[in-house]
T-cell receptor, first 118, second 113 residues
C-alpha cells in the first residue's frame, strides 16, 4: 500500500550543486504537487501538474524546475542549490480538478525529502 | 488574496482534557476545507473535507465543523497518541487553480498522560 513515494529521504548538498527529487504515486491520480515546508511558513506550493503533460508555477517557483515524466512520476530539480532552499520537500497527488463540478478530492502526501544545503 | 490562519500555534493538554483548534479563512469562494494531521518526520495525513457552512464530520475523538469564516477541530477526551500538528487548508472555487490548496501554519498539539 505505497501511495506516494519520495526519494531520497535525506540529502546534503553544497551550494551550487544540482539534484533531482523523485516522486511516484500508485493511485492513478491525475494531479501532482510539490511543496516545501519551513518552520513558521507552513506548506508552500512550488509547482503543480494538474494532469499529465501540464505543469504550472505555484507560490514559490524560483530556483526550481519540474518534469511530469508520466502519469505516475513528477520530479523536482534544483539546478544550482542555494542555502535558502534548505527545507523539507513534500510531494502530493490527488484525483485532480477537471472543473467546478468535479469531485473535490483531497491531496495525499509522501513522507518528504529533508534537504540541507551548505 | 486567499489566506488561512490557525490558532493557537501550540496547545498543551492533559489526557482527557477536551479543547478546540481554530482555522480562520479568507477565500474567493470556498470549494472545500481540509484538515490534515502531521506526525514528526512524516507527511500530512488526510482527516476530513468540509464543503459548506453547518457541515460536521467526525472520526474517533475528532470532530470538525465549518462556518462561513472559520472551522473548528474539536478534540474530545484526547489521548497521548493524538499528539501531532494539525493542518488546515482551503481550496478555491476558481477553476484555474488546478485543485491547489492554501495551507495554514498548523497547530502543534501535545497531550500529556
Amino acid at each position: 500500500n505505497a501511495g506516494v513515494t519520495q526519494t531520497p529521504k535525506f540529502q546534503v548538498l553544497k551550494t551550487g550543486q544540482s539534484m533531482t527529487l523523485q516522486c511516484a504515486q500508485d493511485m492513478n491520480h491525475n494531479s501532482m504537487y510539490w511543496y516545501r515546508q519551513d518552520p513558521g511558513m507552513g506548506l508552500r506550493l512550488i509547482y503543480y501538474s494538474a494532469s499529465e503533460g501540464t505543469t504550472d508555477k505555484g507560490e514559490v517557483p524560483n530556483g526550481y524546475n519540474v518534469s511530469r515524466l508520466n502519469k505516475r512520476e513528477f520530479s523536482l530539480r534544483l539546478e544550482s542549490a542555494a542555502p535558502s532552499q534548505t527545507s523539507v520537500y513534500f510531494c502530493a497527488s490527488s484525483e485532480g480538478d477537471r472543473g467546478p463540478s468535479y469531485s473535490n478530492q483531497p491531496q495525499h502526501f509522501g513522507d518528504g525529502t529533508r534537504l540541507s544545503i551548505l | 488574496e486567499d489566506q488561512v490562519t490557525q490558532s493557537p500555534e501550540a496547545l498543551r493538554l492533559q489526557e482527557g482534557e477536551s479543547s478546540s483548534l481554530n482555522c480562520s479563512y479568507t477565500v474567493s469562494g470556498l470549494r472545500g476545507l481540509f484538515w490534515y494531521r502531521q506526525d514528526p518526520g512524516k507527511g500530512p495525513e488526510f482527516l476530513f473535507t468540509l464543503y459548506s457552512a453547518g457541515e460536521e464530520k467526525e472520526k474517533e475523538r475528532l470532530k470538525a465543523t465549518l462556518t462561513k469564516k472559520e472551522s473548528f477541530l474539536h478534540i474530545t477526551a484526547p489521548k497521548p497518541e493524538d499528539s501531532a500538528t494539525y493542518l488546515c487548508a482551503v481550496r478555491s472555487m476558481i477553476y484555474n487553480q488546478g485543485g491547489k490548496l492554501i495551507f495554514g501554519q498548523g497547530t502543534e498539539l501535545s497531550v500529556k498522560p
